[in-house]
């Protein structure tokens, strides 16, 4: 898919902010489209179905975290690419946007050219294929195309970055994958991230798939044990 085939969904209070990323993503060649506050967001989201939405923290009506929750909720956002884009880098600010939903975090102000880096990332990371599509490890079974994960027969419906963990650790069962590396291939390198976001979605995966599956090795990483 071409960069001029992807749309962009802006949602920020403040138009200039709003100007500054229209300007330098249009010059990019992205289709691109403005809203406000949440709600509006979430409306317009429905009609020109984005590749990627970008949420202010802070916003009137319908704040980012709440907005973003919402969207993963909907069938036709679960697996949308959804970054927050705010001035608060706290990391508790950093752990509730990533548990809403959000695949990324970028704090402002940013540079355009850092900017447009981190936004074309996303995008490379929604275009790289896997060569096998399917993975099956006793009674876990996981289509990476379709974004699906079938646990006893029951289809289990996983965040983006939960998915994409799992399809990481699950690729060498017993394997430690150390947490710069979970970190460069789950979240990128152009991607900076709070200490405590892997530890985030291992608990929401032990949650969702099973407590035993997923072992810590302390000071290291983490592995799936089958």
Known sequence: MEMNDFKILLVDDEQDVLEFMKYN???EG???????NGADGIQLAKKIKPHLIVLDLMMPVKDGITTCRE??????????????????????SQ????????????????????FISRINALFRRLEEKSTSNNIKIGN???DKEKYIVIKDGKEITLPRKEFELLGLLVSKPGRVFKREEILNKVWGNDTIVGDRTIDVHIRKLREKIGEELFKTIKGIGYKFDA
């Open 71 to 92: 969207l993963r909720a909907m069938e036709e956002f679960k697996h949308t690419l959804i970054t927050f884009l705010t001035a608060r880098d706290e990391d508790y």
């Open 25 to 27: 993503l249009e010059k």
């Open 140 to 142: 876990i079974e996981i």
């Open 30 to 36: 992205f289709w691109v489209y403005t809203a406000t």
């Open 95 to 114: 752990i509730a946007g990533f548990e809403s939903g959000a695949d990324d975090y970028i704090t402002k102000p940013i540079k355009p050219k850092v």
